[in-house]
């Protein structure tokens, strides 16, 4: 995988299929300009996942392979894309029995779909620095329209690198069965042993475009 830094190709071929066209914004005398590329930074981003085990707490883990790229401009928002892949064999919750179940048929299927991707279709201001952003989330092969919660999106700033960075959170619920996940088991006391709601996490870190 390509470092941010070193990266300079062009916005679209992380989800194959996906529409390039870039977004642009029209300025006050008629002429429209590109909405600038960002690069998502493995190195300095996160993407995790919770979902509640035994009606008791919260199981989490972590995907550590992942990549994406943005077209953003703060002066028109609303016109934010987002494309994004997760590889599904790189999940950890810190125990390996689990984390190959998790990696096998009854869940991710990651030998058979190793790719989980992200590729959004319309974005909504709904307050200063949040969006709520439209897509089509792909897991295990079956796509479903989900709506990222992307929040607290910072302006730019230059790292020591003298690279321009921005930042933002995001994050999403979405049903395992809604994904050919459904495996469970009945508790003698009532409930069953993996809840079916999963909350999805991002913590990201956009290195601009060259």
């Known amino acids: 995988m390509p470092t ?55 199981v989490r883990g972590v995907f550590a392979k992942f990549r994406g790229e943005v077209a953003y401009d703060a002066a028109r928002p609303e016109a934010m894309r987002i494309e994004a892949a ?4 790189s999940l950890d919750t810190r125990e390996a029995k689990r984390d190959g179940d998790l990696r096998g048929p ?19 201001v709904v307050g200063e620095g949040e969006l709520d952003v439209t897509g089509d989330l792909t897991i295990r092969g079956v796509t479903r329209e989900v709506t990222l919660a992307v929040r607290d999106i910072t302006g730019p ?21 809604d994904f050919g996940m459904t495996w469970n088991k009945a508790l003698e006391t009532g409930g069953v042993v993996v809840g079916d709601v999963v909350t999805i996490t991002l913590d990201v870190s956009l290195v601009k475009a060259s």
């Open 157 to 177: 700033q230059t790292d020591m690198r003298g690279s321009v960075r921005m930042g933002a959170t995001a994050s999403a619920r979405v049903k395992r069965s």
């Open 4 to 58: 941010p830094h070193a990266t300079g190709r062009p916005f679209g071929p992380i989800v194959a299929g996906m529409d390039t066209t870039t977004t642009a914004s029209t300025q006050p005398n008629g002429n429209t300009t590109p909405a600038t590329r960002w690069t998502l930074d493995p190195g300095h981003s996160a993407v995790g996942f919770s979902v509640r085990h035994l009606m008791i707490t919260n």
């Open 106 to 124: 009854l869940f991710f299927d990651a030998d058979n779909h190793p790719q989980m991707t992200f590729v959004s279709k319309g974005a909504a």
């Open 86 to 89: 997760i590889e599904a064999a």
